[in-house]
């Protein structure tokens, strides 16, 4: 089977500046992958791009064999979009919000009012079919945003920052629509800057700064590559970090140290790792 996305020396510029830098990976079917970045990163016009709304200034992309600047047709007929921006129409009921998307689509009547029913009831809005976007919480316009990029069937779900602005109970139950329709074998990209939503959804990670991606894998083999042992040290109000290949030589390096005080050892994570990445703090 080939690849569901495949990225190869993707460059997007803007008024000359480069935003996107030589990007190349792939997403096998059913994959879930995730870009992880801080603001800024370039996730959004790399989902824009892979999604047929922004042309890549140089590179090529494949969306389950299709060219996304070739064949933009084809690509849109096989994607469901979750935009960061809430692109529901306030002012339409969550019925005629879904109603509209189907018959943009030209699902036939029938059919159209079944998969409606069904994909309300899934996310859990099929008791409010008939109130106003307008009336409708943050987390429930999401929710009607993925029913809506779910009901053409599509085969890979793009999920720009899908829990941004959300509160914790919020977002918890968007994870478990997102992680239940990956279990049903949808193939999904998300971006986010929130280290947790990775580490919970994701089995495969790229951390992107500065519009090039600098770590692609599982968080385990960022673990295996970078050290599964830490050493922290506070120095003031920071910590120094000291990576080791395994708690065990973390814990040797620590009894080896003549004053211990301010020093702490623990497995590493996906935190820790982006910092040693980029020097830097995600949030
Ligand atoms: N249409 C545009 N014209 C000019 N510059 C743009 C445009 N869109 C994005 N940029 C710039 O490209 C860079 C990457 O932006 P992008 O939105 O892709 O990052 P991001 O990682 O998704 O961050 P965020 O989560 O804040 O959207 C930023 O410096 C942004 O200002």
């Not at 879904?98 to 029938?110: C, S, T, V």
């Not at 943050?138 to 890979?156: C, N, T, Y």
Request: proline residues 4%; charged residues 25%.
């Amino acid at each position: 089977m080939s690849a569901a996305v495949t990225v190869e020396n993707v460059h997007k510029v803007y008024n000359k500046v480069p935003v996107v830098n030589d990007l190349s990976f792939t997403i096998e079917p059913g994959e879930m992958f995730g870009l992880l970045g801080p603001n800024g990163a370039g996730k959004s016009t790399t989902i824009r791009m892979l999604t047929t709304l922004t042309k890549p200034t140089s590179g090529s992309i494949k969306i389950a064999g299709y060219d996304v600047q070739y064949q933009p047709i084809q690509v849109k007929q096989c994607i469901g979009v979750v935009l960061q921006q809430v692109s529901v129409d306030n002012d339409l009921t969550v019925w005629e919000n879904m109603e509209f998307h189907g018959r943009l689509h030209h699902i036939p009547n029938r059919e159209r009012q079944e998969r409606i029913k069904q994909w309300l009831n899934y996310v859990e809005l099929g008791d409010r079919q008939d109130s106003l976007v307008k009336t409708l919480s943050g987390g429930m316009k999401r929710r009607l945003q993925i029913a809506r990029a779910l009901l053409h069937q599509p085969d890979i779900l793009f999920l720009d920052e899908p829990t941004v602005g959300l509160d914790p109970q919020t977002r918890r139950r968007l994870w478990e629509i997102i992680k239940d329709l990956n279990r049903q074998g949808m193939t999904m990209l998300l971006t986010t800057h929130y280290m947790d939503e990775v580490e919970y959804l994701c089995d495969r990670i790229g951390i992107m700064d500065g519009g090039k991606l600098i770590e692609l894998g599982t968080l385990n083999q960022f673990r295996e590559k970078h050290g599964e042992g830490l050493v922290m040290k506070q120095i003031g109000d920071r910590w120094e970090y000291k990576f080791f290949s395994d708690i065990a030589e973390a814990n040797t390096y620590l009894e080896q140290q003549p004053d211990k005080t301010g020093l702490m050892v623990r497995p590493s994570n996906l935190e820790d790792i982006f910092v040693e990445l980029t020097g830097r703090q995600l949030d």
